[in-house]
C-alpha cells in the first residue's frame, strides 16, 4: 500500500468539500474524526463560522483559536470521507475540551 499523508484524529484540516446537494466544492475548513488507518480516505465533519441556526449535536469551538482557525467556529453534522489528496493542508488541532464535546457529539449523531 503507498505512503499516506498522515492525520490525526482531532487535526483541524482545510478541505476541498462538497455541498451536500453535491452542487459544487468548497475550499473549508473540517476536524478529521477518523483514526489513524492504511486507507486514502478520511472521514471528516466541516467546520463554518456561522454560529446561528445550530442544529442538535452542533456546537461552537471553545478554543478555536488554538485549533488554527481565523473565526469562531462550529463543528457541523455532516459527514464526509475524502481521498487524503482532497486535504490542502493542517491547521491546527482540536483542544482536549473541544475533543470531548466533539466525542459526545458523535455518540448522539451516530446512535453509540
Not at 478541505?15 to 451536500?20: I, V
Not at 467556529?73 to 487524503?84: E, N, Q, Y
Not at 491547521?91 to 453509540?112: K, P
Amino acid at each position: 500500500m503507498p505512503s499516506m499523508t498522515s492525520y490525526d484524529r482531532g487535526d483541524v484540516v482545510l478541505a476541498s468539500l462538497p455541498f451536500s446537494d453535491l452542487s459544487g466544492i468548497k475550499r473549508r475548513p473540517a476536524v478529521v474524526i477518523s483514526a489513524p488507518h492504511p486507507s486514502v480516505d478520511i472521514f471528516l465533519l466541516p467546520l463554518t463560522s456561522q454560529l446561528d441556526h445550530l442544529q442538535p449535536g452542533e456546537f461552537v469551538l471553545s478554543d478555536w483559536q488554538g485549533a488554527g482557525l481565523l473565526y469562531p467556529s462550529v463543528v457541523k453534522r455532516g459527514l464526509f470521507t475524502l481521498d487524503h489528496l482532497c486535504i490542502s493542508r493542517r491547521l491546527g488541532c482540536l483542544s482536549s475540551v473541544d475533543e470531548e464535546a466533539l466525542d459526545a457529539t458523535l455518540r448522539v449523531w451516530l446512535g453509540l
